[in-house]
């Protein structure tokens, strides 16, 4: 197979060939991906596990990425702010909605 695409680095070649191959699959739905990380999130997803817990109000997630954001409700945090207007938010994808409205160009995610 050709694949027309240069890289710096043979990590990231290798990388690339795997979005080919999905080696990883999920016990409980049979779902396939190339990187075992997202099988593992997938299975936590699947069988509700949840072993990351808020140290505040004890509310638990499937991911440390899940409870870092819910963190940041405690801590009134809003790091991503509106280059526009200033307005801040603490989570990224709802700042890239809200640029809607000063745009109607679609979000990046």
Known sequence: MYVPKHFQKKSDMNRHYLIYEKPHFCEVCGKASSQKSNMNVN???RTKEKP???EVCGKAFPTKSNLD?????????????????????????????????????????
């Open 43 to 45: 299975y936590l997803i």
């Open 52 to 54: 990351h817990s808020c």
């Open 69 to 109: 954001a819910h963190c940041l409700i405690h801590t009134k945090e809003k790091p991503h702010s509106c280059e526009v207007c200033g307005k801040t938010f603490s989570i990224k994808s709802n700042l890239n909605a809200y640029y809607l409205i000063h745009t109607e160009e679609k979000p990046r995610y």
